[in-house]
């Protein structure tokens, strides 16, 4: 079954630490993955997904099939980076849904 | 761009009541719209998809006459929770999407059914 999975519930750094944010998946087909912010009273919003290769925000991911991740980085944490991320899938074919991890709060200290 | 409202943004009501929670693309037409359901500290659930100008399609375990969905355009879609009761209480959200592109959220409605 497809299913995405976030091991950390919170994740703590010190402002200026790297900070890597775990995603991994299950899905027979070719997936689509994405990863979501959802900061502090703010609806969620795309972050990054991993066809545009592209970093956001310093934030990068990179899609791993050996693995089945699709893991969060960023080399050094600001404080305005704490937020709810989340990973979601998107299934091939015309359906679109998207199938979301449980979540990851980061939290960033000064 | 690509702007999604939700209204309303908070409802209380009380039990048996209505309700009626609408999804607005503003800036575009959306070939799809989703609709999820987010308790605390959890992640979002995917309830239903809607597609404009037919049925949606429910998820497993998604009670389509209790959650009645309405599509009437491209920009417009409804959830309506029928004869709410306390355990309906949470947080609604929907998307919209166009194409293949990413999709868009709202900003979730809280609903309180006492």
């Known amino acids: 079954a497809q299913r995405v999975t976030q091991p950390e519930k919170l994740l703590s750094v010190f402002k200026g630490a790297p900070v890597e944010l775990k995603c991994n998946y299950s899905?027979?087909?070719?997936?689509?993955l994405f990863w979501y912010v959802q900061y502090s009273r703010q609806r969620l919003q795309l972050l990054l997904r991993?066809?545009s290769r592209e970093s956001i925000k310093g934030f990068t991911a990179d899609l791993n099939k050996g693995e089945t991740s699709f893991h969060l980085k960023k080399p050094f944490a600001q404080e305005e980076d704490s937020a709810m991320y989340y990973c979601a899938l998107r299934e091939s074919g015309a359906t679109n849904k998207l199938i979301f991890g449980t979540g990851t709060l980061l939290a960033v200290q000064p | 761009g690509a702007v999604v409202s939700q209204h309303p943004s908070w409802v209380i009501c009380k039990s048996g009541t209505s309700v009626k929670i609408e999804c607005r693309s503003l800036?575009?037409?959306?070939?799809?719209m989703f609709w999820y359901r987010q308790f605390p500290k959890q992640s979002l659930m995917l309830m239903a998809t809607?597609?404009?100008?037919?049925?949606?399609?429910?998820e497993q375990g998604v009670e389509k006459d209790k959650f009645l969905i309405n599509h009437a355009s491209l920009t417009l879609s409804t959830l309506t929770v029928t004869s709410a009761h306390p355990e309906d209480s949470s947080f609604y959200i929907c998307s919209a999407l166009l194409a293949n592109q990413p999709q868009h959220f709202g900003d979730g409605t809280r609903l309180s059914i006492l």
């Open positions: 809607s597609n404009e100008g037919s049925k949606a399609t429910y």
């Open positions: 991993h066809i």
């Open positions: 800036d575009f037409q959306a070939t799809t």
């Open positions: 899905y027979s087909g070719s997936p689509e």
